[in-house]
Every structure is written in C-alpha cells, then in structure tokens.
C-alpha cells in the first residue's frame, strides 16, 4: 500500500513501484544474489535418420545422385564438370565460357533461359575454378522438370551469341579489375603463386587481358571439347522421389552425350607445398596488411585426415582456436583470423588467413608462428581435442541438415571420388580418434619449418619489423 | 502457378514470462538441431549522438563474459557443444543466435540467459572489442573497394536526422570515447527481458522447453521496455546529391534511395516493392539487366529492391528502396539513372504483364523457403518477423500475401519512385581524380 495517497496529501515517500530502478554501474550488473550458476550438461543425442538416396550412371558416363530431403517444397541441383586445363588461355576461356553458357540457346533468348527458370521458382549459375566447371541451383519442387529442361538446353544447344559474348567478355574484365583491387583477390593471387608457381591449379583468377582476345570460336570450342557428360556429376536434394529423379534426369539429359568416348578431364596433381619464406608483397599506404600461411596436408581419403581435421581445428579452425584466442580475444590485433584445410587433386594443404593493422602485423605473424611451434611440438589437452571433435561432428550434422548444404557436400566429395558412405562413416572415424593421433598429426601438419606463405602491406612501415623477425624476403 | 506454389509452414507458438520476455517456440521434429535467437529492440537508429557505432561495440561486449562465464567461454561452451553463434546489429534491432546439436538446448539457453541476466562489462574487455571492431571496419570498409557501400553513406544523404542519417559502423573517435558506464546505462536501458524476443526454432518438445525457458530466464529482473521514439522524418522534396570518394574502387558507382510506405503499417504496400525490386532486377529477365546491362551495356552490375540492409522487411519505419549500380567512368551516372528511370515509368504507366509478376513471386517464395531451408536463418526470420511486426507467422504467410498483390498496386509502386525526389550517392573513383 506504500505511496498510496489521495488528491491533495503530501505522500511520505515518492511513489517508486512504477519507476525504474536507478542505473546500476557495471559491476553491479555483473553479480547476482545467487552468484555464478552451473553449466548444464548435455542431453542424450537422438539419432538422425539417413536420407534416402538413390545413384545411377547414365550411358552417356554422366552420374546423377538423388537425395530426398523434403522439409521445404524445393530442389538443390550441382553440376560438377571436371574442368583441368594446362594453359592460361583454358583458364580465360573456361571463364568465359562459365559467364556465358546460361545465356541463350538456339531456341532461347538470354531472358527466355531465365524466365522460364523464374516462372517455377528456380535459377541456375555457372561457376569455375582450375579444377571444375560448375552448374548450382535450386527450384521450387514443382519446377524441377522445367530446371532440368533448361539445363540440359543450355548444356546441348548453348547459343553462344556475338553481342553476349562480347557484352559478358567486358563486364568480365572489369569485374578482373575490382577484384584486382581487394585485397583478399590480391593476396590469394600472391599465395597461389607462391606455392603452386606455374601450374594451372594457381590461376583461380584469369588474367585480364587474356580474356580480352576471347572469341566466340574459342568458347564454342572449349564447350564442344570439355562440357562432357562422361566423368561428371549432377546432384539433386530436396523434395523429391529419389529413383522417379535419376529416371526424369536419365530422360532429360539422355541427349547430353558430347564427342563420341571423350571424357572430362580433371586438373593434374598440383606439386606439394613446401616451406619456404615468406615473399612480401608491397601495398603503398595500406591500412590493413593480409597474411597467408600454407603447408601440406593430406586428402579427405587418406587415414590420416580426420586427426589433420582436428590438429587444423585446435590450431585456428574455429572460434574457440588457439589462433583466435590469441591474436583476436587477448590482443585485438584483428577481426577474423582461420585456418583451413584445401584439397585439389593428389595434393592437400592447411592455409591460415588473417587481416592486421600495418602495426600489429609483424606482431601477429610471431604470434601465429609461435602457435604453430607450440602446437607442432606440444600435444593438446584432452578438453581440446573434445571440443574440437564435438565442434567438427556438430557442424557436420548442422551442414547436412539443410539441402544446399547436402547438396554441395555430395558435390564436393564427388570431385574427390568419394561418396556417401565416407560421409556417413566419417563420425565414427572422428569418435575414434586419440590425443596421440592428433598430436602425431599436428607434428606433421602445422611444423612451422613446413610453412611458406606471402604478406601483403605498406612495406614502408612493414619491412624493419618483417626482416628482424626472419624467414621473410621482399617479392 | 499463382494458386499452385507449394506451401512451406513455419508454425509457432508464443508466451510471456512474468518479466516481459516474449518467447517463440517453433518445433521441427527431427531436425536434429536446434537454433536458439535473442533479438533485442536496439539498432544503431537508436544509439545517442557522440556514440556513433556504440550498439554493434555493444554487441561485441555481449560475447564477453557473464556472472557465470569467464571470457571466452560463451564461445568455447558453445563449439565445444557441436554448435555454431554469432550475433549481428541491424538497423532496429540486434541479435544472438546458435545452433547447436538438440542435446544442448538446455546449454544455449543458459548461456543466452547469463548474459541477459549478468554481463561481465570490464574496461579491459571493452578495450580490446574497440580495437577488434576497429579492425572490423578496416577490413570491410576502409581497406577495400565498394567498403560499406551504400548502406553507410546513402543514408547520410536521404535523411536529415542523426538517427536515421549516421553511420552505423561508427567513427574511431567515437568507439575509442565508448565508457564502461556507458555500456551499463546502455544494457540497463535496452537489454531489459521485456524489450527482447527469445526464440527457439527445430528439434524440441514444446513441453520441456517451456519449463526450460522458464527455469532459467523466469528470474532475470528488468526495467520496463523503453518507449521507442518515432524515426519518420519528411520525404525529400526534391533530388538530395552527394559524392564519396573511394580509394579502391576501380569504377565509379551510385545508388539511389526511394523512401518506402512504412514496413508495420502499410504492409500490404510494402511488398509490392518486394515484387517490384524483382522484376526490376532480379535476374536475366528482369527490366534493369536487360535493357541497362545486356542491351546497352550502360552498367556491369546493377541491382534494385527494398531495404539496405539485410534485404526486405528487417526494419522498421523509416525504410529505403535501393537502385544500385557499378557502371564504366565513360557513362555519367545520369545517364544510368535516367535509363532506370524510363523501364520504372514503364512499369508506372502499363503496369507488369501477367507472366512478368508470377515470375517476381516464384522467385521471391523460392529464396524465402531457400533461406529459411537453414535452422540458423530461420531462427532468426521468426524473431526478426515477431520483433518488428508481432507477428511471426507473417514468414508463413507471406507467399500466399505477396500472391494477391496486383499488377496495378505494383504499377503505383513504381509511380513513387519519382525522378524528381531521391538521394543520389555517386562513389568516384579516387584515381578518376
């Protein structure tokens, strides 16, 4: 009843129930009566049913992978083409070819190709890199026959049109000329120089002029040559019935047949990275400087790679790596820093990444190594390894719930030769691990003598800093 | 197709707690995982002047530590549990997410619920996330080309008022002027239970989650909800012009800002800009690709919709339709824009074709069930959708909303995006100098 008052008295006390409490100060916020709570345990997991799957190879050599996944009305497609050239021309030609194949065929305009894809809900891109030409999309469930028309038109009877070649040919170049400018192109440009030198797995970028003296001839040549059924694969999830997909696939694509017993060619083996200095690469005036650090690994296939998975993930594969913690969470010195496994045909490697202020790069390149050092020689704690582990097996359930996330991951395996099965085995590979396993990986791995790598900054300020720490040299 | 689109259902179910916490609970049986959302009614329109960029600092703090949580473990608890966080400042809100495996429920909700409850807000911390977001804006600002382009300069032109005009990101001298004491009476204010939206979305048992919820955010004191100010300020009157220079960018670019009907009240009139920004420029077929990309080459990149930050309907009034553009330094962006300009008063004077609208919805439904296939995304749409309108059902129900929008209402969208009242940002080129 306190504060209760009639019209005219004076209350005794100011009428507080309905005012907000004073501003507490920060420490105050952070204490509660009660005091610091227990953290509570896990529940027991469920299990997660298989999807089901089915899988067929066409005659035309082509492999079509059918998942159902129906929790939405929609269908994930990946068209993965083995895309291996030896030359710079492949890889402006490739590129091109991937800017314009969706443009048009002989019985449909460049709009024609994407309205009846819009008109059911889908879209399909092309994309390409040194090792594939790939075709991803999606549709509403209803539409899959409509995508799949298309895609086989576009696959069979692209068009290949003067003024679109043309017109993509100059959008292309200057899309070359931003990425020139950004600073992770520039040093990933830099990086696979540096450790793949001449070999066709470094050109992930064309070089501009290159692709400016790409003609129509050159395109329409390079698809009649490579854009081959035989070696490749088409993945679809979603709602769907696996077996009625692969026989609609089989009806739709049957005529994708390419040159008679030609097959795709997959990119060769690209050489081992090996340790070696790091080459700095000068940026007037940069803000920011970028570092990338690679080594050796080994491919998903081989028996030591779920124990290179968890080394990389303790290292600076996640949040909660040793990588982060230290350059970001204790000293700030940037906003992202990861470490990651890449694969290419025959050959595997761990590249760390990270942006610093021109100050703190020297700093944060020591410490990076020193992280590298300490965990070559040093094994992790058992609580890291088990983070690290439920960290890898929680993600791995988290990507695959989503279509597009199945989708690609079958993709992606398929370009390595492996399946489902791997997938669904590697939990188990992972469960089985021990500390010494992983340490024995991380020896392997992350050596910091088996490191090379770039730097990208002012050089001005950099370079004092750079060359008193060692192991550097200017490009 | 318009009667024939195949339906997705996000079904929900609601409840308060005693202390104002509204909380969201979206079953997805056999899922496997489960993703856990806290959206707070705070975005950078509602940070105090001198504090440009202090809600996303904020926002960093919240990672920091709680009464039961030293620093780093929030992350550590979380991907050690299998599971993935983040958290993101928008416009008019902020939010915190996981997703983690459905064994750690109980986990993600504690964790959510210590910082509710009892940061851990030190002058250390606070220090090093000043420097990290610093870092932040290096990296996706100001060391490359396009950096915060046009959501942190196109604002700045359309409007007059600090909160709808400055930049989000914040400036340095402001991050490095950010207190302890303000972080507390900034907490105190907005991170009260009543002023916040939990929301738990795929593998649960409504049952145990509700007794979950209860058990530990039920005793989380707070403040009443602060009472949100409105932001409208007046339309431009005529065209409102500004430069930025980049020292990046390679080409020159704009990006030109319509105001929008209010997203809360005049829903309806909203999306018909939704319907629009397609088929101005979603794909091959759309207007703008054709005529000012493919045809005529005037632009390499051009793109055209509702909202300029986090796409449609993640704001509340006032809020922007965008026409952007990347274009050769040889065509003035007039040019580009009167282009435009001439397929948007098509659309205003004949209205869309038939085919042309069912197209715009097909593909608009099919990237909103695309987005919302994810647990993470989907979290986040409910909470966002619960928090801006009341309504999370509206991410049910928006295709069949969005399928009786009319050829004329798209007509007399595109009316009001007048030549003659916009705010043009023309980026240049630092080399074109």
Redesign the interface.
Known sequence: MAGRTTAGEIPLAPDVTNQ??A????QE????V?????????????R??TPALARAVLPTGLQVVAVRKP????VEVRLRIPFGGTSKVHAARAEMLSATVL?GTGSRT??????D???????LDASVDPQRLSVTG??????LPVLLEVLADCLTDPAFRRN?VL?ER??LV??L??A?????SVAHRYLQQRRFGDHPAAWDMPDAELVGSVGVAAVRGLHSRAVLPAGSTLVLVG?LSPTRTIDAAAETLGGWVGASGKATRPLSAPPPVVGGDLLAHHRP????SQLRLSAAAVPRADPRYPAFQLANLIYGG???SRLV?NI?????????ARSSLEFWPGTAAVTIAF???TESTAPALLEARYELGRLSLLPPTAEEM??AR??A???L??SL?????LASMLSVLAGSGLDETWLAEHPARLAALTVQEVADAARDLLAPAHFTGIVVGDLGVLEPALRSLGDVQLA | ?TG?????DYAVERFRLDNGLRVLLAP?K????VGIAVHYDVGFRSEPQGRTGFAHLFEHLMFQG???LP??EH???V???????NGSTHTDYTDYFE?????????GL?LEA?RM??????AENL???????S??I??NV?????GGFPWIHLPAVLFSSFANAHNGYGDFVDLQAAT??D???F??TYYTPANAVLTICG?LDITRATELVAQHFG?ITG??APVRPSFDEPWPTSVLEAEHLD?????PALAVGWRLPDPVSHLRDYLAFVLLGGMLA?????RLQ?AI??KT?LA??IWAGAGLLGGPLDSRDPDVFVLGA?H?SQVPAKTVIEAANQQIAALAANGPDD?EL???L??F??AL??D????ATRTQSLGAMELLHGRAELLSELPDLLSTITGDEIASAAGTLDPTRYALLRVVPAGDR
């Not at chain 1, 460049?110 to 309205?115: F, G, L, P």
């Not at chain 1, 894809?117 to 879209?123: I, K, M, Q, Y």
């Not at chain 1, 719930?401 to 996330?405: C, L």
């Not at chain 2, 997703?99 to 986990?107: D, K």
Request: glycine share 8%.
């Open positions: 907000p409490p501003f507490r100060t920060a916020i952070a204490r509660t009660i005091g610091p709570r227990p953290i509570p345990p896990l529940a027991k997991t469920g997660i049913r929790r939405s009305p929609l443009l460049r709009e024609q190709v994407d309205a894809l819009a008109l059911v809900g889908g879209h999606s549709v509403l469930s209803t539409g679109d017109g100059d959008r200057a899309h000329s931003i020139a400018t950004q600073p992770s709602d005036g940069a803000v920011q996640y949040f909660s913690e970001r969470e204790s000293k700030g010195y940037t906003y992202s942006d610093t202020t088990d983070a439920n960290y097996l929680g993600t359930a988290t719930s989503t279509q597009a996330g | 197709m024939r689109l195949p339906r997705a997805d056999g899922a496997g995982v709680s009464e039961s620093k780093l992350f550590r608890l991907q050690s549990s299998g599971g993935v966080f997703v983690v495996p459905a064994a750690a429920l109980e986990r504690f210590d409850r009892a940061p851990n807000i030190t220090s090093n996330q000043v420097d990290v977001v870092e932040e290096r990296l100001l060391n490359r080309p396009y302890v004491q972080c507390a009476e907490f105190q593998d005793d403040r009443p020292q990046h960018a390679p080409q979603d794909g091959e077929s759309s054709s990309v493919a080459g390499t990149d990347i050769n085919k069912r197209q715009a097909a593909r439904v099919s069930y695309r919302n296939d994810g647990i």
